[in-house]
């Protein structure tokens, strides 16, 4: 079980990190890149098409302004895609990146978080694993249970 994480740019690294962050936490093994679907097509479709093949089991793929990387990656890999949205300095407001990786065609599934959103496209992949790792399936419930346990003291806190 391994994700790919993989971004447009360097400059997508802050946000991504969250991703990596929370598959490290859950324990899962994960690869990162910079695939840059208008600057690298040859590594794009190389990595797309063989992805599979080097035992990714999902891949999370982040990118700003266009944001081709996601939807080019689905369109080649038989793997479940996580498009992250990424506001970048050329993004218009960041609606570009939403509407470029949502707006996929039929056939083509990109699962899509919230802008900057890769702590919740880590946890996702997490889940996809989780589905038949029951060890990481394990590890997401504790994690959900201490998200629990924290709005209840944070609530009991506000009472007192």
Do not use: C
């Given at each position: 079980?391994?994700?790919?994480?993989?971004?447009?740019?360097?400059?997508?690294?802050?946000?991504?990190?969250?991703?990596?962050?929370?598959?490290?936490?859950?324990?899962?093994?994960?690869?990162?890149?910079?695939?840059?679907?208008?600057?690298?097509?040859?590594?794009?479709?190389?990595?797309?098409?063989?992805?599979h093949?080097?035992?990714?089991?999902?891949?999370?793929?982040?990118?700003?302004?266009?944001?081709?990387?996601p939807?080019?990656?689905?369109?080649?890999?038989?793997?479940?895609?996580?498009?992250?949205?990424?506001?970048s300095?050329?993004?218009?407001?960041?609606w570009?990146?939403i509407?470029?990786?949502?707006?996929?065609p039929?056939?083509?599934?990109?699962?899509?978080?919230?802008l900057?959103?890769?702590?919740?496209?880590?946890?996702?992949?997490?889940?996809?694993?989780?589905?038949?790792?029951?060890?990481?399936?394990?590890?997401?419930i504790?994690y959900?249970?201490?998200?629990?346990e924290?709005?209840?003291i944070?609530?009991?806190?506000?009472?007192?």
């Amino acid at each position: 079980m391994k994700v790919a994480v993989i971004m447009g740019s360097i400059s997508d690294l802050p946000v991504m990190q969250e991703a990596i962050d929370i598959l490290k936490a859950f324990d899962i093994e994960t690869e990162v890149d910079i695939v840059s679907a208008h600057r690298t097509p040859e590594k794009l479709f190389d990595f797309s098409k063989n992805a599979h093949h080097r035992g990714i089991t999902v891949i999370i793929a982040g990118a700003g302004g266009a944001a081709h990387l996601p939807g080019m990656v689905a369109s080649m890999s038989p793997l479940p895609v996580i498009g992250v949205p990424v506001k970048s300095s050329n993004s218009i407001d960041g609606w570009d990146s939403i509407l470029s990786i949502l707006q996929m065609p039929g056939g083509v599934p990109v699962a899509t978080v919230a802008l900057n959103g890769a702590k919740n496209a880590g946890i996702l992949a997490a889940q996809i694993i989780g589905s038949h790792n029951k060890s990481v399936l394990d590890r997401i419930i504790l994690y959900k249970t201490g998200l629990k346990e924290a709005v209840n003291i944070a609530s009991e806190t506000l009472n007192k």
